[in-house]
């Protein structure tokens, strides 16, 4: 068999999906994905690590995330720099041909904790992603890791939403409305009245004061 095949990654992964559900994943191994995807073991190992990975190839969601995000109009505030992200991943990752495998994919990591803490995992590296990118675009370092913190919250709101059974709107509008939403509720919370610390204080000194 020739060294190079053509879509080798995506029909590995599409492969390890079908089995997942199929045989549960504690029952599929490396060489069993290989051969659904009409490919070698060896072939399988130099596209992922094992097979929890065949479904987390961060590659192209993080590096077409942060591309978009640095080359935001400059004069983009930092959550609208990070709706460019979004946008981009609504054009290149999450488009409607990829919407049945990522239903599936959801599916399959819902039920495996294995799984499921992978993709915490690859969230807090894409959001650590997202953070060097606005210190890219200028902001210091607590205002980029907060950006950062938002857009991942709203990235992965949209995520849930798009992977719905059923649902058939664009990425991108989910998106951009997830981020409205979180910015409103940031804005809501913020604008809340603040106990002042020696409010507290006084109101902690008076509960002393009382059970003597």
Not at 45 to 55: A, S, T, W
Request: with cysteine; charged share 25%; proline share 3%.
């Amino acid at each position: 068999m020739a060294r190079w095949e053509p879509n080798a990654s995506q029909r590995l992964a599409q492969a390890a999906l079908e089995l997942f559900a199929e045989r549960g994943y504690e029952n599929t191994t490396v060489l069993d994905i290989a051969k659904r995807a009409g490919l070698t073991k060896s072939t399988f190992f130099r596209h992922f690590q094992d097979k929890r990975e065949v479904l987390f190839s961060e590659d192209a969601l993080t590096g077409r995330l942060v591309t978009a995000i640095v080359a935001a109009p400059t004069d983009a505030a930092p959550l609208e720099a990070v709706a460019y992200g979004l946008d981009a991943l609504g054009q290149d990752v999450f488009t409607p041909d990829r919407r049945a495998f990522t239903v599936r994919r959801r599916a399959v990591i819902d039920a495996h904790p294995e799984l499921q803490e992978r993709e915490a995992l690859k969230g807090m590296s894409l959001t650590a992603s997202m953070a060097r990118a606005m210190a890219q675009r200028g902001l210091p370092d607590l205002a980029a890791r907060v950006t950062a913190e938002l857009g991942a919250l709203a990235l992965k709101i949209a995520y849930e939403r798009w992977s719905d059974l059923g649902n058939t709107d664009e990425f991108s509008a989910i998106a951009r409305q997830a981020l409205s939403e979180v910015r409103a509720n940031v804005l809501s919370v913020y604008r809340a009245p603040l106990r002042s610390a020696t409010r507290c204080s006084d109101h902690t000194q008076r509960g002393e004061s009382h059970r003597r």
